[in-house]
């Protein structure tokens, strides 16, 4: 790469990430302000929903264009709102699509263990007005021009077989010491991991570092390149080291640039946050295309 410091968080708008050179990056991890009035430090978190749409879309130009062919994107978003509901997640998947990239699918992330047993603003066990509560977010998943990765710079990815098992599924449950169904199918862990990440700090809106490090296992290699252009407290760049990526960062915030070098410079290089899952009395039913049937993508 000509311009950009593998290893760095810029302290800049992602808007316009000049430091990255074009297709040059094989995995972009993020998860946008959601605009819903987070007390985010240099950032309007309550634009009008047309604004904030045109400041995401200009994100996700920069995105593709430092995409590698075959380069993912993955974002995490929650939809928002109830009077009306704003469903992000599909403003943000036409977007995606009008810039050209190709969706490979979308992981639900339970938030269960960390929502607690209250209800949402409505009616209480009356049909007036019942509303729903969400627990889940959602993980888009796209990628440029080809759904093969034809850029990396490893071979081994680092991921273990009951992982790629697990999360591979459309939905995440929460990480267990023991794995005894591998037909489960939903990524589930709270917001901040506080058991696996000790060291997460305080942010208005927690990122789980369980959720970029598993993208990073799923779709890049050991050496690959990781940007995340939202990258706050720098989550996704312990993430990176953690699994012997490279990372790429901006944030618009001086204070979260801190923390997020802070974060760093505490690193235990080979400590891995998150163990692999154990094998116990897991059974896995092979589909016609497990046994060599050919994908529709291939």
Same mark, same amino acid.
């Given at each position: 790469?000509?311009? @950009?410091?593998?290893?760095?968080?810029?302290?800049?708008?992602?808007?316009?990430?000049?430091?990255?050179?074009?297709?040059?990056?094989?995995?972009?991890?993020?998860?946008?302000?959601?605009?819903?009035?987070?007390? &985010?430090?240099?950032?309007?978190?309550?634009?009008?929903?047309?604004?904030?749409?045109?400041?995401?879309?200009?994100?996700?130009?920069?995105?593709?264009?430092?995409?590698?062919?075959?380069?993912?994107?993955?974002?995490?978003?929650?939809?928002?709102?109830?009077?009306?509901?704003?469903?992000?997640?599909?403003?943000?998947?036409?977007?995606?699509?009008?810039?050209?990239?190709?969706?490979?699918?979308?992981?639900?992330?339970?938030?269960?263990?960390?929502?607690?047993?209250?209800?949402?603003?409505?009616?209480?066990?009356?049909?007036?007005?019942?509303?729903?509560?969400?627990?889940?977010?959602?993980?888009?998943?796209?990628?440029?021009?080809? &759904?093969?990765?034809?850029?990396? =710079?490893?071979?081994?990815?680092?991921?273990?077989?009951?992982?790629?098992?697990?999360?591979?599924?459309? @939905?995440?449950?929460?990480?267990?010491?023991?794995?005894?169904?591998?037909?489960?199918?939903?990524?589930?862990?709270?917001?901040?991991?506080?058991?696996?990440?000790?060291?997460?700090?305080?942010?208005?809106?927690?990122?789980?570092?369980?959720?970029?490090?598993?993208?990073?296992?799923? &779709?890049?290699?050991?050496?690959?390149?990781?940007?995340?252009?939202?990258?706050?407290?720098?989550?996704?760049?312990?993430?990176?080291?953690?699994? =012997?990526?490279?990372?790429?960062?901006?944030?618009?915030?001086?204070?979260?640039?801190?923390?997020?070098?802070?974060?760093?410079?505490?690193?235990?290089?080979?400590?891995?946050? @998150?163990?692999?899952?154990?094998?116990?009395?897991?059974? @896995?039913?092979?589909?016609?295309?497990?046994?060599?049937?050919?994908?529709?993508?291939?």
């Amino acid at each position: 790469m000509r311009g @950009v410091e593998l290893d760095k968080i810029y302290c800049a708008d992602c808007r316009a990430m000049r430091e990255v050179d074009d297709d040059s990056v094989q995995l972009i991890v993020t998860s946008p302000p959601y605009n819903v009035g987070k007390e &985010y430090t240099q950032h309007r978190d309550a634009m009008e929903l047309r604004e904030y749409l045109a400041f995401l879309k200009q994100v996700w130009q920069e995105c593709t264009r430092v995409l590698c062919r075959g380069g993912r994107l993955a974002v995490n978003i929650a939809n928002t709102g109830r009077k009306p509901y704003v469903p992000l997640s599909a403003y943000i998947a036409e977007q995606l699509f009008d810039l050209g990239l190709l969706m490979r699918g979308e992981i639900i992330w339970d938030k269960g263990p960390s929502v607690g047993i209250s209800t949402a603003w409505g009616s209480f066990a009356r049909a007036s007005n019942p509303t729903l509560r969400d627990v889940h977010e959602y993980i888009l998943i796209f990628c440029k021009e080809s &759904y093969k990765l034809e850029q990396t =710079h490893g071979k081994e990815s680092g991921i273990a077989n009951l992982e790629f098992v697990e999360w591979t599924k459309s @939905v995440w449950h929460q990480p267990e010491d023991q794995i005894t169904d591998a037909g489960k199918t939903m990524w589930r862990f709270d917001t901040l991991s506080k058991k696996r990440d000790r060291n997460a700090p305080d942010h208005p809106a927690p990122f789980p570092i369980d959720l970029p490090m598993r993208l990073m296992l799923i &779709y890049t290699n050991i050496g690959d390149i990781v940007l995340d252009p939202f990258m706050g407290s720098g989550t996704t760049a312990l993430a990176a080291k953690l699994t =012997h990526r490279h990372f790429i960062g901006y944030e618009i915030s001086q204070k979260y640039c801190q923390i997020a070098e802070e974060r760093l410079q505490k690193f235990v290089p080979g400590e891995r946050l @998150v163990p692999p899952p154990k094998l116990k009395k897991t059974r @896995v039913k092979k589909s016609r295309r497990a046994a060599g049937e050919e994908s529709p993508t291939r």
